[in-house]
Structures are given as structure tokens and as C-alpha cells.
């Protein structure tokens, strides 16, 4: 069933495009203090390794600061069960940080850039970890 699934539209072109990715900054809103419902079915069509030997980092919005809470108990185990290396910093973007739908907070969008720079060293890290590791092997 879930192949048949995962063969077609939408989500084949979604699952195909994570899994050829060497690294994802996962954009998401916060809904009743949680992930919502899409993010959470992406989550489960996916293999639990998804994530092996990939960068993930987070910007995530909400109506309040109160949310922050729902990264670090709810998306970072999950992307750590699902064997990612995560970026430890996150941008956390308020309500307040948007005026017609564009970020005014010049704080967040310095935040934003150092998240792309932090992802990219981190994917770059580890990808010289494994190929050092794979040139013990010899073959």
C-alpha cells in the first residue's frame, strides 16, 4: 500500500526530492502548539532512515512566542529518530516579526542568512567526516 502511495503525484515528487537531498532547512507553521497535520504525513511516508547522513535545520513561525517549545519537543526528536543532523540553532518568527506577509525584523532576517550559512557549513562538516571515513576503507 505505501508504495503504491508514494508512486504517484504529489508525494512521489516530495519523498523523491528529500531523499536526493544532501541537506533541508524545513520551513513549517506552528499550529495548536504543534506540527501541523502536512508536515506530520510527510514525516510518515517517509523510511525511518529518511534523514541518514542529511542536514536539517528549522525556521519555524507562530502567533506567539509561547510556541518555541514545540521545536525542541516535538520536530527535533523526530528528525533525530529519523537519523538527521541537526543544525542546533532555529529562527523562530512571530506574528509580529510580519507586516503584510514580508519579515520586518531585520533581527530575524540576520537570523535567516546565519541559518543558511550554519546549514551549509554543517552539510559540508559532515560530508568531509564520511568521505574520510569511507577512504579508511580503501576500496
Known amino acids: 500500500m505505501v508504495e503504491t502511495i508514494l508512486s504517484e503525484g504529489d508525494t512521489k515528487y516530495v519523498t523523491e526530492t528529500i531523499m536526493a537531498a544532501d541537506a533541508l532547512i524545513i520551513g ?6 504543534s506540527i501541523p ?6 514525516f510518515d511516508l517517509l523510511p525511518v532512515n529518511a534523514f541518514k547522513d542529511k542536514t536539517v535545520s ?3 513561525t507562530a502567533g506567539t512566542s509561547k510556541h518555541y517549545l514545540m521545536v525542541e519537543q516535538q520536530l527535533k526528536p523526530i528528525l533525530a529518530y529519523m537519523k538527521a543532523h541537526i543544525v542546533p540553532t ?5 506574528e509580529k516579526d510580519f507586516l503584510r ?25 559532515f560530508a568531509e567526516i564520511r568521505a574520510k571515513k569511507d577512504a579508511e576503507y580503501g576500496f
Not at 37 to 42: F, M, R, V
Not at 117 to 125: G, H, L
Open 28 to 33: 513549517t507553521p506552528t499550529f495548536q502548539a
Open 37 to 42: 497535520a502536512t508536515l506530520k504525513n510527510i
Open 58 to 60: 528549522t525556521v519555524v
Open 90 to 94: 532555529y529562527v523562530f518568527i512571530e
Open 101 to 125: 506577509k514580508e519579515i520586518i525584523n531585520d533581527d530575524v532576517l540576520f537570523r535567516l542568512q546565519r541559518l543558511v550559512e550554519d546549514t551549509v557549513m554543517v552539510a559540508d562538516a
